[in-house]
Nanobody, 123 residues
Framework: QVQLVESGGGLVQAGGSLRLSCAASGRTFSSNAMGWFRQAPGKEREFVAAITWNGRITYYADSVKGRFTISRNNAKNTVYLQMNSLKSEDTAIYYC????????????????WGQGTQVTVSS
């Protein structure tokens, strides 16, 4: 069973960058596709990015395409989210999760959610 811990969030000015990390424990990490989601106050959790188990295919929400990059290092049991050109609308709690089956864009297709890390972008 995979357990996930996110880190790397913080306060950044608009236009700045942050790199989120999601450290996984458990022997099955390398066999799972992984995803990043975010949830802003008063809004539903939304898809941000996903990556297949071998890192060869990535998926992005239109709102972050060209600004965010998802990657993984299976030797380190870690998945990353590099966020550049941050905007105030990127402010949210960011969660990573393991893909269990179904659409990569659907939060219901993911499980083993981490506790989240807060990202705040000041304008």
């Amino acid at each position: 069973q995979v357990q996930l811990v996110e880190s790397g969030g913080g306060l950044v000015q608009a236009g700045g960058s942050l790199r989120l990390s999601c450290a996984a424990s458990g022997r099955t990490f390398s066999s799972n596709a992984m995803g990043w989601f975010r949830q802003a106050p008063g809004k539903e959790r939304e898809f941000v990015a996903a990556i297949t188990w071998n890192g060869r295919i990535t998926y992005y929400a239109d709102s972050v395409k060209g600004r965010f990059t998802i990657s993984r290092n299976n030797a380190k049991n870690t998945v990353y989210l590099q966020m550049n050109s941050l905007k105030s609308e990127d402010t949210a709690i960011y969660y990573c999760a393991a893909h269990l089956g179904g659409s990569y864009y659907d939060p219901l297709a993911f499980g083993r959610w981490g506790q989240g890390t807060q990202v705040t972008v000041s304008s």
